[in-house]
């Protein structure tokens, strides 16, 4: 099997894809700066502590390891943070990547799959939302990533790159056995703040606005478990070998559950019951974000495995009470 280089494999989604290649007979090299990943979450001994912008690391990197495919996870990520300061997240996630893009050009790289962003969409004028809406992010962070997969667009045209980006929604849930999770600092994500309140690390979880036009006045979200994600990068990156044509592809699950319905389970799943306050609205929240997700499940032959609530909320239970 060939060797795949994983940038921000130390980090909660490239760490869980780097586990599942190597499951599959895959050689990994994961290169991660460790700003908001950890070591120990690398399963591979191949790890560099370094910079994707290294023009001289990543050519050595590429040529030791004979990589020819790339899985790119590495960026900033935080939409608040991204709101304060966009620079920061336009040199770091458009800069730094199309520095990265150039290197791995020069030493012969031809697939790359991209980790995007739901936030591409902003507030879409159509549920479920198909990757033919027309993006119009509502922050630098979803703009960021739009930055990105334009720029591996003209690349594929001057260059013959072949790429595909995904557009993920709402990453959740753990690996089964409970050894990787999600570890953010600060924590931003419902599921893991619901259960940080169930272990006492919190004293309540926040209900941002109950009065938007869903079933139960709380926001909707599609959540999708990290280890499906890590299916989906892993067979696209299979199908741009085989002749996929390159281009931006949705992951969810098409189907999408409110904040009172995930904090309902969440209580039913570690038996106790959790203080809520009900909070005002954020800015910029849509009452519903779900994907269509036809195109990756005919093109490529993905379906969600493990991304009803309960298993997604049940292996985040297991792996946050380990931790």
Request: glycine residues 8%; charged residues 25%; aromatic residues 8%.
């Amino acid at each position: 099997m060939e060797t795949v280089l994983v940038t921000g494999g130390a980090g909660y989604i490239g760490s869980h894809t780097v586990k599942v290649l190597l499951e599959k007979g895959y050689k990994v090299v994961v290169l991660d700066d460790l700003s908001t990943g950890h070591r120990n979450a690398v399963c591979t001994e191949h790890f560099y502590l370094g910079d994707i912008a290294d023009q001289e690391l990543v050519s050595k990197i590429v040529n030791d390891h004979q990589i020819t495919s790339v899985i790119h996870f590495a960026a900033k990520s935080l939409v608040g943070e991204s709101m304060k300061s966009p620079d920061l997240y336009f040199i770091n996630n458009v800069g730094k990547s199309v520095q990265f893009f150039s290197t791995l050009v020069s030493c012969g790289v031809k697939h790359i799959v991209f980790s995007s962003t739901a936030a591409v969409y902003g507030i879409p004028e159509t549920i479920p939302i198909p990757e033919g809406t027309l993006p119009n992010p509502i922050n630098p962070y979803g703009e960021s990533k739009l930055m990105v997969e334009k720029t591996l667009r003209w690349m594929e045209e001057a260059y013959d790159v072949k790429w595909c980006a995904l557009r993920y929604f709402n990453a959740a849930g753990a690996d089964l056995n409970g050894d990787l999770g999600e570890d953010h600092f600060p924590e931003t994500h419902l599921i893991p703040l619901v259960l940080k309140t169930a272990l006492g690390q919190r004293d309540e979880i926040q209900i941002y606005g109950t009065d938007y036009e869903t079933p139960d006045g709380t926001c909707i979200r599609d959540y999708i478990h990290v280890l499906d994600l890590a299916e989906a990068h892993i067979r696209v990156l299979e199908g741009l070998k085989n002749g996929l044509k390159s281009g931006a592809y949705n992951v969810g699950t098409g189907h999408g559950y409110s904040v009172r319905e995930v904090i309902q389970l969440a209580q039913k799943i570690v038996g106790k019951e959790i203080k809520v306050r009900e909070a005002a609205r954020r800015e910029g929240d849509p009452a519903v974000l779900v994907a269509k997700v036809d195109k990756i499940q005919e093109q490529v032959g993905w379906k969600p495995r493990y991304s009803d609530l309960e298993t997604i909320i049940s292996t985040a239970w297991k792996w946050h009470s380990k931790l």
